[in-house]
C-alpha cells in the first residue's frame, strides 16, 4: 500500500522558439540516482519541487500576494483537482494487478489521447501528416518504454487472485489507467481554453498550479520527513566551487529542484504559445530523451529495438514539425527570385 502514500507525482502540463523546446526536453538524471538510491522517496522530491516553486512565484509573481490573478482562482483550482485525481489514479493502478511496462505504456499514449479528445472537444482535423507522425511518436516510445521496463507483476500465494478475480481486478486497473489518460488529455485542452479566454499568464500559472497543491503535503507529512533523516544520514559530499560539504542526497535534491524549475517554466511558456497537442508531443519528447538518456548514463544495453524506437520518434517528430515542406518552400524561393530578376 506504499504506492497509495506517493499522490503527487508531478507531470508538466503541456515551438515556436527553440530554445524553450530544448529547455523543455532537456533530461534529468537526478531523477534515476536517487530513486535507486531511495526509492520511496518521491514525496520529498515532489514536495521540494512545488515548494521551491511556490515559493519564487510568490515574491516574484504574486509580488507578497498584492497581485490579483489574471484567471480566477476557481479555474485554477478545477486544474490542479484534475491533477490531483490523475496522479491517484495512476498510482492506485499499480495495485490492480497492473503490471510496471503495461502502465508506463499507457501513459505515453498521452499524444494519441489529446488528439482524439481535440477532435472531439475543440472539432479539431489534422492532416495525414499528423496523424502518421503521431502514430510514429506513439510506436516509437511504446517499443523503447516496453523494452527498458522490467516486469513487475503482482503475485500472491493466496488462490484467491487466480481465475476470474485476477482478471476483474486487471481489467478495472486498465478502466482506471484509460480513465487517468483522458482525464490528463483533458486536463491540457482545459489549460488551452483558458488561455484563449483570459491571456497568457504563463508565470501566473506556473505560481497557482504549485502554490495550491501545497496544503496536501500534510497528509504525507511523516514520509516526508522520514526520507529527510534518510537523507541526512546519506554520505557526505563537497560541492564544486562553493567547497560545502553536504549529504550527497541534499545535493541531488537541490540539483533536481533547479532543472525541475527550469525545465517546467519552459513547458508552462510552451503552454501559451501552443497547441495542447504540440505541448504534449514536446513533454512526450522530453520523457522520451530522458528515457535514453537514463539506459546510456547508467550504462543499461542498447538494443535494436531501441535504435528502432528512436527512429520512429525521429521521424515522426519531423514529421508533425513539416520540416520537409519548410525546407521545400525555403529551396523554392530563391528559383523564384532568380526568375522575377
Excluded at 527553440?18 to 523543455?24: D, G, N, P, T
Excluded at 514525496?43 to 512545488?50: K, R
Excluded at 502554490?211 to 544520514?233: C, Q, R, T, W
Amino acid at each position: 500500500m506504499k504506492r497509495l502514500k506517493q499522490f503527487y507525482v508531478h507531470q508538466p502540463y503541456g515551438i515556436k522558439d527553440s530554445s524553450v523546446s530544448l529547455i523543455a526536453i532537456s533530461p534529468r538524471p537526478q531523477n534515476s540516482i536517487y530513486i535507486r538510491k531511495h526509492p520511496g522517496c518521491g514525496n520529498i522530491v515532489t514536495f521540494a519541487q512545488f515548494l521551491f516553486i511556490a515559493v519564487e512565484g510568490f515574491l516574484f509573481e504574486a509580488d507578497l500576494g498584492r497581485k490579483h490573478p489574471a484567471i480566477p482562482i476557481r479555474y485554477y483550482a478545477i486544474m490542479v483537482t484534475m491533477f490531483f485525481t490523475v496522479s491517484v489514479v495512476n498510482n492506485y493502478a499499480l495495485n490492480l494487478n497492473i503490471a510496471m511496462p503495461l502502465h508506463m505504456i499507457f501513459r505515453s499514449g498521452s499524444l494519441i489521447a489529446n488528439m482524439i479528445l481535440g477532435i472531439i472537444i475543440l472539432k479539431k482535423r489534422y492532416s495525414v501528416f499528423k496523424y502518421t507522425s503521431i502514430a510514429l511518436v506513439s510506436v516509437g516510445i511504446f517499443i523503447c518504454t516496453f523494452m527498458s521496463a522490467k516486469q513487475v507483476t503482482s503475485q500472491s500465494s493466496s488462490g484467491e487472485n487466480d481465475g476470474f478475480q485476477a482478471f476483474a481486478w486487471w481489467f478495472l486497473g486498465i478502466g482506471a489507467l484509460t480513465f487517468a489518460l483522458l482525464m490528463s488529455a483533458r486536463m491540457g485542452i482545459f489549460q488551452e481554453t483558458l488561455y484563449k479566454q483570459f491571456g497568457k499568464h504563463s508565470k501566473e500559472a506556473l505560481f497557482y498550479n504549485h502554490a495550491l497543491p501545497l496544503p496536501g503535503f500534510i497528509f504525507l507529512a511523516s514520509d516526508i520527513y522520514d526520507h529527510a533523516v534518510l537523507f541526512n544520514n546519506s554520505e557526505l559530499y563537497q560541492v564544486p566551487v562553493v567547497g560545502v560539504i553536504v549529504p550527497i542526497m541534499w545535493f541531488y535534491l537541490l540539483m533536481n529542484v533547479i532543472t525541475q524549475y527550469v525545465c517546467i517554466r519552459g513547458v508552462f511558456i510552451l503552454t501559451t504559445e501552443c497547441a495542447s497537442l504540440t505541448v504534449t508531443l514536446v513533454v512526450t519528447l522530453r520523457k522520451f530523451v530522458s528515457l535514453i538518456f537514463s539506459i546510456l548514463y547508467f550504462q543499461n544495453p542498447f538494443t535494436r529495438w531501441h535504435w528502432l524506437g528512436t527512429l520512429f520518434v525521429f521521424i515522426g517528430t519531423l514529421m508533425y514539425t513539416e520540416v520537409w515542406n519548410t525546407l521545400g518552400a525555403t529551396k523554392g524561393q530563391p528559383q523564384k527570385e532568380a526568375k522575377k530578376s
